[in-house]
């Protein structure tokens, strides 16, 4: 574990020292989130002009479910969308080599190897917006509660991890991944919606099948349930049943690569 630790440590450095070298992209790239933090902010401020409900949140409920999102969203743009961006490009290259000969997990190295430095301030930022919109709640909200919602809110990170890396797995057979990249950024724009805004099969896809509207969604209500056991079963159990469905496409997709050398 502490060579994990510190092998960590090298890619947080690393990292660092590499995007205040190109200080234009950093700048563009805090500016830019802050107008995205803002457009979803002003979206649903909108929408609570003409309702005082929506999908079951007022509008101070719906400020925390936005602010976990957009807070969720920067430690995903900050911790894992560069190397997961990256990953077709390693399998089609052949690159993929460098990481399986390392003597640590290959995924732990090219899953968190490269750190967005520059979506820092933007996870800083996030942060500061979900603390807003806590403090902001008039209602009651009890130390347990708060517990499982920081839990299952970094468990939905982890899902969000299982579920994108299965988007990106069938690029050892395909060696393209332009459509499955479409077809995910796609259902993904679902996560910024509390999954109760849908119904019928496509509101059960996206709770089971594509569990993208729980991610967010379940720790949220969580906040506000006296009774969240439905709600930490549901997440629970999709996230082991995702964990070992991706462990046995990541090893079959192994077996079926053609490296650099082959």
Partial sequence: MSRYLKLYLHFLRFSFSRALQFRLDFSFRIIMDMIF?????AFFKIIYLHTPMLAGFSEEQMMIFVASYLF?????????????WLLPTYIN??????????????LFFLSLRDIAANSVINMIAAFSILIWSLNSYSGSI????????????LNGLGLYYLVRMMFVIPVFWMHTSRGLDEL??????????????????FKRILSTVIPLGVIVSNPVKMLFSNEPGPLMIQMGLVTVV???V??????????????ASS
Avoid: H
């Fill in 242 to 244: 995702f964990g070992f």
């Fill in 184 to 201: 995910f950024w796609g259902i993904e724009q679902c996560m910024q919606r509390p999954v109760d805004m849908f119904k019928g099969s």
């Fill in 37 to 41: 933090y803002l457009v979803n902010i």
């Fill in 93 to 106: 290259k052949g690159d993929l080599d460098y990481y399986l000969v390392r003597p640590v997990s290959s």
């Fill in 246 to 259: 991706f462990n046995f496409f990541w090893k079959w997709a192994l077996e079926n690569y053609s490296s």
């Fill in 72 to 84: 969720l969203d920067s430690l995903i743009m900050t911790f894992l969308a560069n190397n997961i």
């Fill in 142 to 153: 009890n130390l347990t509660q708060y517990f499982l919602y920081g839990l299952f809110l």
